[in-house]
């Protein structure tokens, strides 16, 4: 059916950089938002940052300034550039996507298995 795959996790000290990757493939024949949600322990899921086809993005005030999302529609990928890291920010790391398979003519939402960002010295 669909797949979503991410990458770029992993460990990193305060102040450095990451970049997650998400890369959907499938039944595809539509996709609308795509965007990147994180789930620390102990706390509720959260919004992180969301991009449209036509480019136009949101990213969450705790990440402002220091987080950039991009996507390559023809790739059906969407990144998550990450500066600045602080331990905060330490989470799993789950790609969404809201698109139209070829056996439906409704968008619905799909997720990514994870991944780990951990922010520590």
């Known amino acids: 059916q669909v797949q979503l795959v991410e990458s770029g996790g992993g460990l990193v000290q305060p102040g450095g950089s990451l970049r997650l990757s998400c890369a959907a493939s499938?039944?595809?024949?539509?996709?609308?938002?795509m965007g990147w949600y994180r789930q620390a322990p102990g706390k509720q899921r959260e919004l992180v940052a969301i991009i449209i086809t036509g480019g136009n993005s949101n990213v969450a005030e705790a990440v402002k300034g220091r987080f950039t999302i991009s996507r390559d529609n023809a790739m059906n990928t969407v990144y998550l550039q990450m500066n600045s890291l602080k331990p905060e920010d330490t989470a799993i790391y789950y790609c969404?996507?809201?698109?139209?398979?070829?056996?439906?003519?409704?968008?619905?939402?799909?997720w990514g298995q994870g991944t780990q960002v951990t922010v520590s010295s």
């Open positions: 969404y996507a809201a698109l139209r398979t070829t056996d439906r003519s409704t968008f619905r939402g799909f």
């Open positions: 499938g039944s595809i024949s539509s996709i609308g938002s």
